[in-house]
């Protein structure tokens, strides 16, 4: 199930999402926030390659808002992983559970025709 933007609900304070690479090579994937969250997760760098030389590895990037929010989010996942092939989870995570109303937040990568899903 390919998806725009997923929401994590009020009480809640993480959700996992995958990447399916729709190339090889380098991209930037980070989210958004379209509610209650102030800053950008992420960048994560991370670099697609053919089935043969799959990549396992991963790295952490705490965004900090620019303005006061109710809430901060870390986004964790992996660098590498094979194109046209759902990644390792990412996690979006915030330092406390969604106030009323929950958290939309939309994945984004620098290469337009990669997908993401949450199964």
Do not use: C, W
């Not at 980070?30 to 102030?38: C, I, P, R, W």
């Not at 950008?40 to 991963?58: L, T």
Request: hydrophobic share 45%; glycine share 8%.
């Amino acid at each position: 199930m390919a998806i725009e933007a997923f929401f994590i609900p009020e009480g809640q304070s993480s959700v996992t999402f995958y990447l399916v690479p729709s190339d090889a090579g380098e991209r930037t994937i980070s989210v958004t926030a379209l509610s209650a969250l102030a800053g950008p997760g992420g960048p994560i760098q991370f670099n697609a390659v053919p089935p043969a030389a799959a990549v396992k590895a991963h790295r952490t990037f705490t965004a900090k808002p620019a303005t006061p929010a109710p809430v901060d989010a870390t986004l964790k996942g992996p660098t590498g992983g094979t194109m046209h092939v759902k990644s390792t989870p990412f996690t979006v995570t915030l330092d406390q559970p969604a106030p009323a109303g929950g958290v939309a937040v939309t994945p984004v990568s620098s290469v337009k025709a990669d997908v993401f899903s949450i199964t």
